[in-house]
């Protein structure tokens, strides 16, 4: 019954490495967004994103891409990983835009070596 | 930045007691968000009060806003053990497209 889920929970993997983080919705909202939490708990948005436009923050470095197959699904690729990347990653999703409540999802924590 | 400062950034009451933590941010906003974090998970939407708005509730919740002071609070009342957590506001700015977080608040209620 999970609204939000992410995989994996856990990703501890080695700088320079490439990963993805998979997210998936059941509550069928129509944008669904990536934020990145840092060990300060500050909480960034990193993109939105629905079947019409992909909205990126500028301070996102292209090595992290979206991916989404579908309108339940938005998956995060990250090229060559840095040990700056460590962080927990939470997937959400809401019916519209910014204007409409959050899901979230439990998130993934990243742990580069 | 926009970004929303939230204080105090950690509060520590006893069960039962009211807590109150306040949000200021810096630009027009179309509306602003509390969430709640709990340790080791996602958020979760409390409530959502609109630019035209003064005062919402929900439950023990009771969120204020003053768009000429650019500074939301959120009230907890009659606390309990469960309500530990962190607490976000998130605005959004006026023209709708952009969409901050703020720095949270850390709340302890001591059973």
């Known amino acids: 019954d999970t609204a939000v889920s992410q995989t994996p929970k856990y990703l501890v993997t080695q700088m320079g490495n490439d990963k993805s983080i998979k997210c998936e919705q059941n509550l069928g909202h129509d944008t669904m967004y990536w934020y990145k939490q840092d060990s300060k708990k500050f909480l960034k948005i990193m993109f939105s994103y629905n079947n019409k436009e992909l909205i990126i923050n500028e301070t996102v470095p292209n090595r992290f891409s979206p991916k989404s197959p579908d309108k339940a699904h938005l998956n995060l690729h990250i090229n060559s990983l840095e040990l700056g990347d460590s962080a927990v990653y939470f997937c959400?999703?809401?019916?519209?835009?910014?204007?409409?409540?959050?899901?979230f999802g439990d998130g993934t924590r990243l742990s580069i070596l | 930045s926009q970004q929303g400062e939230e204080d105090p950034q950690a509060l520590s009451i006893q069960e039962g007691e009211n807590a109150t933590m306040n949000c200021s941010y810096k630009?027009?906003?179309?509306?602003l968000q509390w969430y709640r974090q709990n340790s080791g998970r996602g958020l979760v939407h409390l409530i959502l009060?609109?630019?035209?708005?003064r005062e919402k509730h929900s439950g023990r919740l009771r969120v204020t806003l003053d768009t000429s002071k650019k500074s939301s609070s959120l009230l907890i009342t009659a606390s309990r053990a469960a309500d530990t957590a962190s607490y976000f506001c998130?605005?959004?700015?006026?023209?709708?497209?952009?969409?901050?977080f703020g720095t949270g608040t850390s709340l302890t209620v001591i059973p």
């Open positions: 998130a605005t959004v700015t006026y023209t709708g497209n952009q969409f901050y």
């Open positions: 630009t027009s906003i179309n509306n």
């Open positions: 959400a999703s809401s019916l519209g835009g910014y204007d409409q409540p959050q899901h």
């Open positions: 009060i609109r630019s035209n708005e």
